[in-house]
């Protein structure tokens, strides 16, 4: 009978993943602080926002400019 070490290797697996969720849960990494301004505008980052992403550093506003303008401004 082998019920035993399946069982146990579906608990293996079961608990790689919840840990797996739970680190990814845990970003950003320690020490690493969380902006709450905008660093373009200074305006307050919404905090939906930053729930959402939250190493953003800046409002919705000047991301989709940011992200515009290196779009089209060509790579380095
Ligand atoms: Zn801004």
């Known amino acids: 009978m082998?019920?035993?070490d399946r069982a146990q290797q579906q608990e293996e697996f079961f608990?790689?993943?919840s840990l797996?969720?739970?680190?990814?849960k845990t970003r950003p990494a320690p020490g690493k602080t969380i902006a709450l301004d905008c660093e373009d505008c200074g305006e307050r980052i919404p905090?939906?926002?930053l729930t959402v992403n939250p190493e953003a550093t800046r409002c919705i506003k000047c991301q989709t400019a940011?992200?515009?303008?290196?779009k089209f401004g060509g790579a380095d």
């Open 2 to 4: 082998d019920v035993f």
């Open 15 to 17: 608990r790689d993943k």
């Open 20 to 24: 797996a969720k739970q680190l990814a």
């Open 47 to 49: 905090e939906m926002r």
């Open 66 to 70: 940011f992200e515009n303008k290196n």
